[in-house]
């Protein structure tokens, strides 16, 4: 994972979350396997909290707590089981990213918030697929289908960071509204229905099948909150500080050149 995703997170995570560090909240990350031994992953951002943190992978592997038997389908996770959800550099691997979407919506608690990270550009890295990148309103336009609410989105802008600038992140941060027990079921029946689309035949008796119940979980005891701008004023922060940096070697330059000055000036 790269700097620029793991420092948006950590301001999410202070900013969003900051009060809750001694709380008990769970925690779901959404493509959590580390591959290599230098790979970084969300895990350690949270370790000085009371948090328990389950980490989600198509495949099994390190940091990988649980597996999907479908990628589409996350049977093995209840509804509105999770208070946060975080997913970096992953929505540009997923070839159904609709559907994605609605999983991280439904195992989302009311008023639970997600924080999700993907490029806006970048080269073609296939793990297996390399399928999306994601404008200003890309993200935002996931959110409104999966009925969540937006909280802040932006995509970087400047090359703040050593390494990784090519992918100019799109990050943005939501919460699932508390709704009455009717919308609730709408939402339930629309993620059923989603992933049916994935299916090569829809027969009358997979509609017939539907359960229009809502299903089981309370609240999260994240209250309902409003945009924070946390992850640009981060890029602002860091731009400030890489053009002081810039000035300090502007200096040291001049002092540099006017010492090799003097000791080729002959006494």
């Avoid at 980490?55 to 940091?63: K, S, V, Y």
């Avoid at 597996?67 to 509105?80: A, F, L, R």
């Avoid at 090519?166 to 939501?174: M, T």
């Avoid at 090569?200 to 701008?229: A, V």
Wanted: hydrophobic residues 35%; proline residues 5%.
């Amino acid at each position: 994972m790269h700097e620029s995703c793991l420092d948006k997170v950590r301001i999410f995570i202070d900013d969003y979350l900051g009060e809750f560090k001694d709380k008990d909240l769970s925690v779901l990350d959404v493509g959590s396997m580390t591959a290599i031994d230098s790979q970084k992953s969300h895990r350690p951002l949270i370790a000085d909290t009371h948090w328990k943190y389950t980490g989600l992978d198509i495949e099994p592997g390190p940091n990988v707590d649980v597996v999907p038997g479908d990628p589409y389908d996350w049977m093995e996770i209840p509804d509105n089981n999770f208070d946060v959800v975080l997913c970096s550099q992953v929505f540009e691997h997923i070839e159904f990213i609709w559907i994605s979407i609605l999983e991280i919506s439904r195992v989302l608690k009311p008023n639970g918030l997600a924080c999700i990270i993907a490029p806006s550009a970048g080269t073609v890295h296939r793990h297996p697929y390399d399928c999306w990148r994601y404008y200003p309103d890309g993200l935002q336009a996931l959110a409104k289908y999966a009925d969540l609410r937006v909280l802040e989105s932006d995509i970087q802008k400047n090359p703040v960071y050593k390494k990784g600038n090519i992918w100019k992140d799109a990050s943005i941060i939501v919460q699932k509204p508390a709704l009455d027990d009717r919308s609730h079921s709408e939402r339930h029946v629309k993620n059923i229905l989603a992933k049916m689309t994935l299916k090569k035949n829809i027969t009358r008796g997979d509609i017939e099948s539907i359960d229009f119940s809502r299903q089981p979980g309370g609240e999260s005891i994240i209250r309902q909150m409003e945009g924070l701008g946390a992850i640009s004023r981060l890029e602002k922060e860091l731009l400030i500080s890489q053009g002081a940096m810039r000035v300090k070697s502007r200096i040291i330059i001049g002092h540099l050149r006017e010492i090799l000055r003097c000791m080729r000036k002959p006494l």
